[in-house]
Every structure is written in structure tokens, then in C-alpha cells.
């Protein structure tokens, strides 16, 4: 039981952790389309302009990619709470077999 609730607790950090990233990848996209914009105003290099936007089509990349991570993580942690609760049922079943009728 203590190892199902450690398997618990580390996949709730990972999905955090997921929740976290998608959070910085978005803040991220926003930064990037300021910085791009500022760029164009200003009249940058045409080459400066495109390694921006290369950084941001990487940075839009990961952002489905981190949401496709945090559906697996969910998932994972919802099999892991399933076993959990099935095996406390067993457990809790065989407790009333022991201890019989109050």
C-alpha cells in the first residue's frame, strides 16, 4: 500500500510538472509574439525576424506536445488510484472476514 501511494504522489508531481510547462510554453508564445512585433516595428533585420519566429514555431511546438504528456500522466494517475482503492477494498473485505460481525 505505501509503494501504490508513493506511485501516487510522483504521478501527481508529473502532472503538475506538465501543468506547469504548458503554463510556461504559453507565456513563453506570448513573449515571443511581443518580441516579433516590437522587431517588425523597428525595422530589424529580416534574418533577426526569422530566427524569432523559428524560436517561436519551436515554442508552439511543445505546447501540444506537453498537453499530449499531461492526458498520459492523468491517465496514468487515474489506473494508479483505481489499483489503490481496489486494494484497500480487498484489504478492508478481509479486515471484517477477521474481525467477524460487530
Do not use: W
Not at 22 to 38: T, V
Amino acid at each position: 500500500m505505501a509503494d501504490a501511494l508513493r506511485a501516487i504522489k510522483i504521478q501527481t508531481k508529473a502532472c503538475q510538472r506538465y501543468k506547469k510547462e504548458i503554463a510556461y510554453y504559453k507565456k513563453e508564445e506570448e513573449q515571443q509574439r511581443s518580441k516579433i512585433a516590437k522587431l517588425q516595428e523597428s525595422g530589424a533585420d529580416g534574418h533577426d525576424i526569422d530566427k524569432q519566429k523559428e524560436v517561436l514555431e519551436e515554442t508552439l511546438q511543445m505546447i501540444p506536445e506537453c498537453k499530449n504528456l499531461l492526458e498520459q500522466a492523468v491517465h496514468e494517475l487515474e489506473s494508479l488510484v483505481v489499483r489503490f482503492l481496489t486494494q484497500a477494498a480487498v484489504v478492508l473485505g478481509f479486515l471484517k472476514i477477521l474481525i467477524g460481525p460487530a
